[in-house]
């Protein structure tokens, strides 16, 4: 039995809120301080999270999911610069603008311990299961990205039926 699309956007919410609570374990329990690029990154899994949220919430799934799925491409994005910079160690996003610019949004003032990017990006080289952290990132923004796509294919579907 399938889950209803609702049933999945809770799912999703889940997974992308459950991932941010993570990634804040790893930095307040393991020391593990977050770089430029790991912030956006939990920018965009909160943007998953909080669309799959309010089209679970309203019904208005086909919106919500739009969006999120721009929340998951963008993190794409994100997590594959994060990737070139590991495999590439002279190319750097550490002490830069991108960092100043990220520790002056409201979110990072107000809520440093969420969103204050402190750490280089080149250093996100620490393994859980195998994989890096920025790894596992992409893993799960592939893993939503494919989720939120079918989501929206079966509501369309069922909005031309």
Known sequence: MQPTNRQALFIISFISFALVGFALYLQHSLEMRPCPLCVIQRYFFLGIGLAALVGAFSGKISGSVVVA??????????VGKHLYVIANPGFS???????????????????????RADGLCEGATDKVLGLAIP???AVWFVILTVLLGWVLMRQLRRANA
């Open 69 to 78: 799925l721009v929340a998951a491409v963008g993190g794409l994005i994100t």
């Open 93 to 115: 996003c550490g002490i830069d603008p991108m960092e100043t610019m990220l520790n002056k949004i409201p979110t990072a003032e107000y809520l440093p311990w969420l969103f």
């Open 135 to 137: 790894q596992w990132s």
